[in-house]
């Protein structure tokens, strides 16, 4: 029986921090399962407001460090929920959502919440 390596050899893979900060690149095996399992345990999005059912599409880091893939970090989420809070974490400022028990918009640049001229 022969020990010889078949090529194209393919060393093992060591997990190293990508230039992202990302600890698991997001098209490996490792990073799908992963996700598959908080999408399991969440299936609904955790920052839509409470009342609304939206189901979970993304997986997000609840301290923006994509390094730390603790399942305490993960948090099941829809995209347009996900996308409010990676803008508001990139530029400093709270996301504001939804609406207030009269149904106007609560971001107060709304044009809805413009006064008329």
């Keep these: ?20 900060g990302r600890l698991l690149p997001l098209n490996s095996d490792a990073w799908r399962k992963l996700r598959r399992q908080v999408l399991a345990e969440q299936p609904l999005c955790q920052y839509c407001p409470p009342g609304t059912i939206t189901p979970a599409t993304e997986v997000d880091h609840k301290n923006n ?9 993960l948090v099941s989420t829809c995209k347009p929920c996900h996308s409010i809070k990676t803008m508001a974490d990139l ?4 996301a504001r959502m939804g609406c207030d028990a009269e149904g106007n918009p609560i971001n107060p640049a709304h044009p809805w919440n413009e006064k008329s001229r």
């Design 65 to 73: 460090d994509p390094a730390d893939n603790s399942r305490e970090n």
């Design 91 to 94: 530029y400093g400022r709270p």
């Design 1 to 20: 029986m022969s020990t010889e390596r078949t090529w194209p050899y393919q060393p093992t893979k060591r997990w190293t921090k990508a230039n992202n």
